[in-house]
């Protein structure tokens, strides 16, 4: 079965430096998230993709935050200057429609550590 | 304001049946997803009701009632690896879709 891969599964960096997570979607699919979440607490919003651009986005995803799709596979997400706050399990997600029966498909997450 | 309430959580019996609600007060209404996740790993999808009434997928069901904003999730034969936390989330009118903390729960034997 299809899945959606992310890389690295584990990040740490320096506080104030840049990350870029990295997230594959399922090949046929049309809708790409983001979402956060900090140990111990709910699954937040960051934003939705669509046909190369942003259709949605959270309060969270601030000036600090950039998404990507770079190529016709890769869909990034770029957090310039991170905070110790930052640290989250980070998940990518795609749908192939934007239809109100079609579940997101998570990827594994990628594990922010912020030192 | 959005709000999605569910249990914090709950404790059960391997081989028993279990309930976990969920009520849900968002800016529009376009369906209703149950997700599991084990500690550490992604949420994985379990159902989807978009009409009022009961959904049954194997040892799992749910059920929504859209006038009264509640979902139900009904997970029957309980098995250890049923211990998770159980995701209630709601896409709103502009298909986001909006989530409540999890319920966390715990399978004894």
């Known amino acids: 079965e299809p899945e959606v891969t992310q890389t690295p599964s584990h990040q740490v960096t320096q506080m104030g430096q840049e990350v870029i997570l990295r997230c594959v979607p399922i090949?046929?699919?049309?809708?790409f998230y983001w979402y956060r979440q900090i140990l111990g607490q709910k699954v937040e919003f960051l934003v939705s993709f669509y046909n190369n651009e942003i259709s949605e986005k959270s309060e969270i995803f601030d000036d600090q935050f950039s998404v990507e799709r770079p190529d016709g596979s890769n869909f990034t997400l770029k957090i310039r200057s991170t905070k110790l706050e930052d640290s989250a399990m980070y998940f990518c997600?795609?749908?192939?429609?934007?239809?109100?029966?079609?579940?997101?498909?998570f990827g594994d997450g990628t594990r922010l550590s912020i030192l | 304001g959005q709000n999605i309430d569910q249990p914090t959580e709950m404790t059960a019996t391997e081989g028993a049946i279990v309930q976990i609600n969920c009520t849900y007060q968002?800016?529009?209404?376009?369906?209703l997803f149950w997700y599991q996740q084990h500690a550490g790993e992604a949420p994985t999808f379990l159902s989807y009701n978009v009409l009022d009434g009961l959904e049954e997928k194997g040892r799992f069901s749910s059920f929504l009632s859209r006038s009264k904003g509640y979902s139900y999730l009904l997970l029957k034969e309980l098995q250890m690896k049923d211990s998770a936390s159980y995701l209630c989330?709601?896409?709103?009118?502009?298909?986001?879709?909006?989530w409540g903390a999890g319920t966390k729960l715990i399978i004894k034997p």
């Open positions: 968002t800016s529009g209404f376009n369906g």
């Open positions: 090949s046929n699919h049309l809708y």
């Open positions: 989330a709601v896409t709103d009118s502009n298909y986001q879709l909006i």
């Open positions: 997600a795609s749908s192939q429609l934007l239809s109100s029966n079609q579940p997101q498909h």
